[in-house]
């Protein structure tokens, strides 16, 4: 059994990020624009708002929570449209997602999205869906987003 120490807030707090505890907070992207297919959907994004802390002199890279909230959004415009619905009256949950960072997005606008369905499931109450991302900028960044979901 390892001896554990409790550590206070003047032993962690230096050594946290600042970004994960406030920075991601004020982050924000917007959706430039979308075009849609049965079984694709293609999209444009743009940061319209970033953390930059003051301590710090990184270039930006796209976060991952960032990416997750994006695609997942994307996502739930497509099982949306699939079915028909011109409104959002239903709730979608990640069943399941994997990420891999192949290569930083460093651009801030511009980030295209390319959506590819895997599967896609109707019944009378809910609809199940899986589909690939692809995140790429003009600078070579890349990164895949497997996301399984369930709309009901």
């Known amino acids: 059994m390892s001896n554990f120490k409790t550590l206070h807030p003047s032993e962690y707090e230096p050594i946290s990020s600042v970004y994960l505890s406030e920075g991601r907070k004020s982050e ?42 994006f695609v997942s959004q994307l996502q739930i415009i497509f099982m949306h449209h699939h079915i028909g619905l011109t409104q959002k009256t239903r709730e979608v949950w990640m069943l399941e997602s994997r990420f891999k960072a192949l290569k930083p997005i460093l651009d801030r606008a511009d980030i295209q999205v390319e959506m590819h369905l895997e599967k896609i499931k109707q019944t009378t109450s809910s609809v199940y869906c899986v589909a690939k991302h692809k995140v790429k900028d003009s600078q070579g960044g890349h990164f895949e987003i497997w996301i399984k979901a369930l709309m009901s």
């Open 28 to 69: 924000k992207w917007s959706i430039d624009s979308i075009s849609i297919s049965e079984e694709s959907l293609l999209s444009s994004i743009s940061m319209t708002s970033v953390f930059s802390p003051n301590n710090e002199q990184s270039q930006f890279h796209l976060p991952v929570y960032a990416a997750m909230e």
